[in-house]
């Protein structure tokens, strides 16, 4: 492994086994966020499933959200754990898309003092390695 390849012992999510995510790291390649959206519902689904979760079709669709939302309830992690030696305390909340999902995430850069319900965040990534990353927020 070259000096330019720094490994970090870090979990690296992988596609999806029962549900194509390939849309969504194809996304994140990219530097964008995108969930799937039933057409029929006209509403975001996050996770990703086989089928809409308001229809129960195959009516999905992926699509790019704006990366904004807003903490609906958060935790600070403080004891050691697999790849988190450097990153305690980390703070994780879950965030309320604009778009009306939520999902769980790291709030980059955050003290865990700054955190509260309501706060606005922004998409934001957390590198994995130096050739992936996964999304995470910062606050606004």
């Known amino acids: 492994m070259s000096e330019a390849q720094t490994k970090i012992d870090r979990p690296i999510p992988r596609e999806g086994v029962f549900v194509d ?47 904004k939302g807003s903490i609906y309830a958060f935790t ?15 703070c994780v909340a879950t965030v309320e898309l604009d778009e009306g999902v939520r999902m769980i995430v790291n709030i980059l850069g955050c003290a865990p003092e700054d955190l509260a319900i309501g706060k606005r965040v922004k998409l934001a990534w957390d590198r994995l390695t130096d050739t992936q990353q996964y999304p995470a927020f910062a606050l606004e």
């Open 21 to 67: 995510t390939k849309p969504f790291w194809d996304g994140v390649k990219q530097g964008k966020l995108v969930i799937q959206y039933c057409t029929e519902a006209k509403k975001f689904q996050y996770y990703p499933r086989p089928v809409s979760i308001y229809t129960g079709r195959r009516t999905l669709e992926w699509r790019e959200v704006s990366g």
């Open 76 to 90: 600070v992690v403080r004891i050691p754990g697999p790849g988190l030696e450097g990153r305690l305390p980390l």
